[in-house]
Structures are given as structure tokens and as C-alpha cells.
């Protein structure tokens, strides 16, 4: 609880205002996404910009814990949803969701695709992720790190099997995410005292060692390829 003491006086002069963080989450919810008419790496950086100071970082992090836990709540719905039609009993353990995918990838819904909150993954999701990693170092002087290094790993692990099972776009917007998550999880691991273990589906992950191609968002053009087990490798073994 190291995290708990700095925040509450052991050292740093740490001022917060929960009513200022919510007026930036409502800012940031309201003016950005799919119906803002700017580019998606546009938005992170007008956001990432918004979001620069110890609120900023709070409501960054708060951003990517929503998104998580808004996607696990959504596939635990479609697991029901499959089991009411079909029968089959769908299992949802959000500390790896990969086997879900591998079973069911075509009876599911891309969760972060659709959030309720409205939170956009390629906007807001990408921002905060990219806010919490140019601060890292700042974050248990704010917030526990711990639940958020978990749920971060969680929306890699969901954008990942999504573009393996789930039919997700590898676009230049869908990798931007997946590296700004990679390199936010890597200097929050190397900040926290006591980081845990990379989990299963990352694992996994880095033990590929082969490249898919990354494709234009506005269109059919291939503008790239990525070897995602390399690139976790070289980040989070660092």
C-alpha cells in the first residue's frame, strides 16, 4: 500500500480534485469517439493533451479500468446470451480471455468495439493508455497501480484475440493502441515496487514469432506489417 501512504502525505504535495476529474472524464467521453470528426490520432493527441496533469492521470487511468471492466461485463452477457440460445455454456475468465476466443470467437462480439460508456478504443482508450505511460513513475503518488496494470492487460489481451478470432481490423489505429498499451504496462511494471507476473494470454503472445500485415483504416491498402510476439518480447522483457 506504499501507493495509499505518497498519496496521503508521504511526500510530493499531492492536491487532487475529484470534482475537476470529473468534468476532463466528462469532456473526454462527450467530445471525442467514433462521432467526432477528426481523425482517431488526432483525438489521442488533443486528449493526451487534456489530460496532462495529476487529475489528468487519474481520470487516465480510471478511463482504461472502465473500458476493461465494461468489455468483461459485456462478454459475460454474450455467454449468456449463447447459453440461452444454444446450450453451451460458455467460460469467461477475464485473467486470460484467449481460450474464450479460440471457442467461440465467431459467436462473439468485439466487447471494447461497442462500449457503453462510449468510450472509443482507438480515442479514448489509446489516449489514456498513452497518458499513464509518459507518466508511469507519477501513478502510485495517484492511484493503485496493481488493478490497473491487471485491467491494462486485459484490453491487450481483448484487442489481441480479437484480431486473431473475433474479426478486428489490423489497421494502424488498432496497433497504435496495442503499443501504447505494451509500452505503458512495461513502465508501469518497471515503477511498481512489486509488479506481478505477465499473465497467461501474454504469455502466450510472446511466444509467437511471426508478422501479419497492418492495414490503412480508410481503406484496403497494407501500410505495414507487425510481429507481435517480437514486439511484446523487446517491450516487457526489456
Not at 484467449?98 to 466487447?111: F, I, N, T
Request: proline share 6%; charged share 25%.
Amino acid at each position: 500500500m506504499g501507493w495509499l501512504r505518497r498519496l496521503l502525505g508521504g511526500g510530493g504535495g499531492v492536491e487532487l480534485d475529484p470534482g475537476r476529474q470529473q468534468e476532463l472524464l466528462r469532456d473526454v467521453r462527450h467530445s471525442y469517439g467514433a462521432h467526432a470528426r477528426i481523425r482517431f490520432p488526432e483525438q489521442v493527441d488533443a486528449i493526451s493533451r487534456l489530460l496532462s496533469d495529476d487529475d489528468g492521470l487519474v481520470v487516465a487511468a480510471g478511463i482504461v479500468c472502465e473500458a476493461a471492466e465494461e468489455a468483461h461485463a459485456d462478454l459475460q452477457f454474450q455467454a449468456q446470451e449463447v447459453y440461452r440460445r444454444t446450450g453451451r455454456r460458455l467460460l469467461v475468465h477475464r485473467r486470460n480471455y484467449r481460450p474464450l476466443w479460440k471457442e467461440a470467437g465467431p459467436s462473439l462480439r468485439w466487447p471494447l468495439g461497442a462500449l457503453p460508456s462510449g468510450l472509443h478504443p482507438y480515442a479514448q482508450v489509446t489516449a489514456a493508455a498513452t497518458v499513464v505511460g509518459g507518466r508511469a513513475k507519477r501513478l502510485d503518488r495517484v492511484t493503485d497501480p496493481q488493478p490497473f496494470v491487471v485491467r491494462l492487460f486485459e484490453v491487450l489481451d481483448l484487442t489481441t484475440a480479437g484480431w486473431e478470432f473475433g474479426r478486428v481490423r489490423v489497421d494502424t489505429d488498432s496497433t497504435t493502441l496495442v503499443e501504447r498499451l505494451t509500452h505503458t504496462a512495461a513502465q508501469v511494471l518497471a515503477a511498481m515496487d512489486d509488479p506481478p507476473r505477465l499473465p497467461p494470454a501474454v504469455r502466450e503472445m510472446m511466444r509467437r514469432n511471426h508478422s501479419i500485415d497492418v492495414y490503412d483504416p480508410a481503406g484496403p491498402r497494407v501500410v505495414g506489417r507487425i510481429n507481435l510476439g517480437a514486439r511484446l518480447r523487446e517491450t516487457l522483457l526489456a
